[in-house]
């Protein structure tokens, strides 16, 4: 069964044509290929459906969807409309199958609905009794043998409440794709398993919760709304047990009709006190959206439910790692430093204090000695706010965000080659590719959600995947073809495979006439690229070098996806250009299916540099040194700008030792622990005569600071995100800012206008018409555009059209074509020798972001990845006598860590690798201060150690109930065919056992 809600036959004519048919005796119109039940559902008729979810399709476990058709019972969820059907919801015949399907189901669950914390006028089982009007169940309620599972942090199982509709296992093996549910039908009392039947929290699970979320009842659910939701649901166990007793008691003479009223009276008391509020994910840059359901200050859950990125899905941090918002080490007053230690204050006297600092050294050392760093996890308009503080107030660019510790180089690669620095499509257009190359990014872990739409699409529809990594991560398991190349040599076996391609006339020659120019002068700079060179130097044999060309020439639309591992080298945005520069030449752009996808990593990096906060652009990427530019920006703010670009934040710390930069302001950014060389960049900091950092938290930063001011996270404020998909999405106040903290534009506006300005923003949308009036790529964002759940995908016309794929018409250039740029090889820097013999490469871990600044203060997190460790291969652990647990100090040219191993097969030989979550054991102490040599984003993965073994042993950093020591139990799905082969199992509605066939047009099986 192919769940197929997103796959469509691309051929319009198809849609063209109208399907007509009679449904309940009215004439209706489908479309063709609609299933009956969306047209059920579209038409507005009320029809039982339990098992039935529309982002999971069909999975026909639950038989209450059925139907007469042409005087045959059939699900309606898997049956596509055809001309002339004659559909009755409402015959006898099917509404006596709808019924006894929906007695099986309430023989599996327990209605108890005023004392259950899911009777928020959303579960699916209460709602369906409601419909049905079942007043008594013929089958009665039978317990199932087995305990309620609450051994995974997050969220509890609970067998008797299951209905086994298998939604989680849909959601697991085929939305979520990490494949650990279950259910074995075969078994005399069907339960849903963790890996086949180990506790959930010994399991593969992953805790990223879309089981939880499609759950239609109370049987998985999140725990942090166990005995919170209801009015009596916190009532004691016993209490509650002889409620539900009463209630069982009254109902044969009452009938199920008076108890579900006075649930449902519950049920309204409780939406006085439910609130329920879009936001945006804090963490990385896919962009997920969903509902936080808060009672009080409480979060109860995160539902996603239909983000345009994500729909039902989440990971861990956002489903999950919400604790910090409520943290008692929230900063809430602001503090100076005062004598060496830092003592609380006022606002009025903090603000006062910064003003009169900044307004000093400005007037003293001019105003490039003062410095402005951004936040990628602030929302746009607080970028836009900083860097227009910086230029227009202070007069200065010296401005920059973490972009340029990760993405700036991946930008650079594509403004040199196809002109917008941003992902050319969207993730549905990775979704449609038929080829998938992910270079020096873990997906699965760094972009969770991402990473589960390409692997659904490896599964359900035949993608092909190419990995090139260092380390065996998830996505390498399950690629067709993993390669693993030297570190640091990309660039090269990338563009050897380009010149293959070139010299055996498999380029896509009508392309590259059409759209792409600098054809010349870009062969002859792959001179040096031979398969030979290529082969020495990355170490990958020259038949492998030669079945990736052949994959990429095959395919159909190849998109290749990148990350950190690519953009944190010295060669970082030239091999972000060979990887534009191949697909290019291979024709892959212009259409779904195509393209350049560098993931970003923070929640609004896209954002923060989008919105002005580098030292080289105005918002929109607009030149600070074009006069025309400069000119539309100072009749905007009524000022002059500076014009020459300014420092980017390498630039600064360098400026800082130098005694250039006097003066820093930093919000939202743990500059003292993610930029490399942390020894060095800290001691920049003490230097400074004057640094603010604003932040939620006390950070590793602050302990520089002269003055910390407390700002308030996502969840307390309005504004909006840009995503890797370019996509912008609003965010809306979940919580009032913690008392004494209070929102980043706020904060950024007071001391804005304690300098002189006469800014008068009362909300973050009177922000964004201002950047919509200067900026053309987003002229027509509107925050009534993005109400909701709406989105747009920049560049945004004034009309409001945005461009979810970019380069359909033409590339972004004036000639509207492409450039193919050349590019030459050079080695990686801080390079192995013998005495630092093995390399160390370093990344993000599934459930911590970054640091860990946020996600270690959740209690779940912590439990089950409450360290950083470093990854040791087997045969290293064996040559060094190193088992897990085992204590090492790790140092480079440049510091030292101490930190445990965990000898593991992910990484092989000499190469390390350490998770960047921690702050006691950064690995940004043994980093070094090259840089990309274009945009001087540090060479993270450029690093080399040497190893000591401490020779104390510890406990594994992982702790037994880390899901990587869970074992997966791959299936198609929920293999509803398997419960209809049970002896015991009949449709509904019919004397007849039932067995599977497939209906003609689409392959799911029908009755
Ligand atoms: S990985 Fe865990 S939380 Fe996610 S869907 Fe599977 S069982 Fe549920
Ligand atoms: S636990 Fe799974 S099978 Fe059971 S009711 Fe919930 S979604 Fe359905
Ligand atoms: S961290 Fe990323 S993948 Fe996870 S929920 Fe947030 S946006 Fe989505
Ligand atoms: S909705 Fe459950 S079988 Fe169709």
Not at 772 to 799: C, M, N
Request: some cysteine; charged content about 25%; overall charge neutral.
């Amino acid at each position: 069964m192919l769940p197929s809600d997103t796959w469509h036959c691309p051929c319009t004519w198809y849609y063209a044509m109208e399907i007509n048919l009679t449904v309940d005796g009215t004439a209706r119109v489908s479309k063709p290929d609609e299933r009956l039940i969306d047209l059920i559902n579209r038409i507005g008729l009320k029809a039982p459906q339990v098992c039935y979810h529309p982002q999971l399709g069909p999975i026909q476990t639950c038989d209450t969807c059925m139907v007469e058709v042409d005087g045959k019972l059939v699900r309606s969820c898997a049956t596509r409309v055809e001309p002339g059907m004659n559909v009755s919801t409402t015959s006898a015949r099917a509404v006596a199958a709808q019924r006894e399907a929906f007695d099986r189901i309430l023989g599996n669950h327990m209605l108890y609905c005023t004392v259950c914390d899911n009777n928020n006028g959303n579960c699916t089982v209460h709602n369906t009794t409601r419909l049905m009007a079942v007043e008594h169940q013929k089958i009665p309620f039978k317990t199932k043998p087995y305990e309620v599972d609450n051994s995974n942090p997050f969220y509890r199982y609970d067998p008797d409440q299951c209905i086994l509709c298998g939604r989680c296992v849909e959601a697991c093996q085929n939305v979520e794709v990490n494949e650990t549910l279950s259910i074995r039908w075969e078994d005399p009392h069907p339960r849903v398993l963790w890996d086949g039947g180990k506790p959930i929290g010994e399991s593969s699970c992953v805790s990223c919760g879309h089981c939880v979320t499609v759950c239609p009842c109370n049987a998985l659910m999140e725990k942090s709304m166990v005995g919170k939701a209801g009015f009596l649901t916190a009532l004691p166990k016993t209490a509650l047990a002889g409620m539900i007793d009463i209630v069982k008691a009254v109902e044969p003479d009452t009938g199920y009709g008076a108890i579900l009223k006075v649930s449902e009276a519950e049920s309204a008391m409780r939406e006085s006190r439910i609130r329920r509020t879009k936001t945006v994910c804090t963490y990385c840059g896919v962009g997920c959206s969903f509902d936080v359901w808060t009672k009080d200050r409480h979060i109860l859950k995160v539902e996603p439910r239909e983000g345009p990125t994500n729909g039902i899905s989440s990971c861990i941090k956002g489903k999950f790692g919400w604790d910090f918002v409520n943290s008692s080490e929230r900063l809430t007053k602001p503090l100076i430093r005062e004598g060496g230690k830092f003592r609380e204050a006022n606002w009025d006297e903090a603000l006062g204090l910064v003003a009169r600092r900044l307004a000093e050294i400005k007037a003293r050392s001019g105003p490039d000695s003062l410095a402005f760093i951004s936040s990628s996890k602030c929302t746009n308009e607080e970028s836009y706010l900083m860097q227009k503080l910086a230029r227009a107030v202070i007069g200065t660019n010296n401005m920059d965000n973490c972009s340029r510790y990760c993405q700036a180089p991946a930008t650079m690669g594509l403004f040199r080659t196809v002109g917008y620095g941003g992902d050319s499509g969207s993730i549905k257009d990775i979704e449609n590719a038929s080829l998938v190359i992910i270079v020096g990014s873990n997906t699965a872990e760094a972009h969770p959600v991402l990473a589960t739409r390409v692997k659904r699409a490896h599964k359900l529809r035949d993608q092909k995947l190419i990995v090139s990594d260092l380390r065996k991560h998830e996505m390498a398991q399950r690629a067709d073809l993993f390669i693993h190349p030297k570190p640091g040599t990309d660039l090269v076996w990338i563009s050897a495979i380009t010149r293959y391609i070139l010299d055996n006339g498999l380029a896509k020659t009508s392309f590259l006439e059409k759209w792409v120019n600098g054809l010349d002068d870009y062969k002859k700079s792959l001179g040096p690229f031979t398969m030979e060179f290529a082969a020495e130097t990355c170490g990958l044999p020259i038949e492998t070098l030669k079945k990736v060309a052949d994959m990429i020439v095959e395919a159909e639309g190849v998109c290749v996806l990148w990350a950190m591992g690519v953009t944190q080298h010295s060669m970082g945005s030239d091999t972000s250009t060979a990887i534009s520069n191949l697909l290019l030449v291979t024709g892959n752009y212009m259409r779904t299916g195509t393209g350049a996808y560098p993931l970003r990593g923070h929640n609004n990096v896209q954002g923060a540099s989008d919105h002005g906060a580098m030292p080289n652009y105005l918002p929109g990427y607009q030149l600070v040194d074009d006069p025309e530019v400069r000119a539309r920006f100072e009749a905007g703010w009524q000022v002059k700008l500076p014009s020459t670009k300014g420092l980017d934040n390498h630039e600064m710390i360098e400026a800082i030792h130098q005694g250039k930069v006097k003066a820093m302001y930093l919000f939202g950014e743990e500059i003292s622990l993610v930029d490399s060389n942390s020894n060095f960049v800290n001691e920049g900091l003490a230097k400074l005569e004057f640094f603010v950092a604003q932040d939620i938290f006390f950070s590793d930063t602050c302990r520089f600071a002269d003055v910390v001011l407390p700002a308030s996270p996502s969840l307390e404020k309005e504004g909006t995100f840009t995503s890797t998909e370019r996509r912008i999405q609003r965010l809306y106040e979940v919580f009032e800012p913690l008392e004494g903290s209070r929102p980043d534009w706020r904060i950024i506006q007071e001391i804005a206008n304690r300098l002189g300005a006469n800014w008068n923003f009362k909300h973050p949308s009177e922000i964004y018409v201002e950047i919509a009036s200067l900026t053309p790529i987003f002229a027509g964002v509107t925050y009534e555009r993005l109400e909701g759940y709406k989105s747009l995908q920049w560049p945004v016309a004034a009309d409001g059209t945005d461009q979810p794929l970019l380069y359909t018409k033409q590339f972004n250039f004036p000639d509207g074509k492409a450039r193919l740029f050349p590019l030459r090889y050079s080695e990686p820097t801080d390079p192995v020798d013998a005495e630092f013999d093995l390399h160390l490469n370093n990344g993000r871990l599934l459930e911590h972001f970054h640091e860990g600044n946020l996600t270690y203060r959740s209690a779940g997190i912590r439990e089950q990845t409450p360290d950083t460790f470093v990854e040791v291969s087997p045969g290293l652990a064996t040559e060094r006598r190193i088992k897990t647990g085992a204590w090492v100090q790790l140092v480079s040219r440049y510091g030292q860590v101490r930190v445990r191993a965990l000898v593991t097969d992910r990484v092989e030989g000499k190469e390390l690798y350490m998770p960047i979550n921690s702050s006691e054991s950064p690995v940004n102490r043994l980093t070094s201060s090259f840089t990309d040599k274009v945009t001087h984003t540090p060479a993270y993965k450029e690093a080399s150690v040497r190893m000591l073994v401490l020779g104390e042993n510890g406990e594994s950093p992982l702790p037994r109930g880390n899901p990587r020591f869970g074992h997966r139990t791959p299936q198609r799905g929920v293999e509803v065919e398997r419960k209809w082969k049970r002896p015991d199992y009949r449709v509904p509605g019919s004397p007849m056992v039932f067995h599977a066939t497939k209906t003609k047009a689409n392959g799911e099986n029908g009755t």
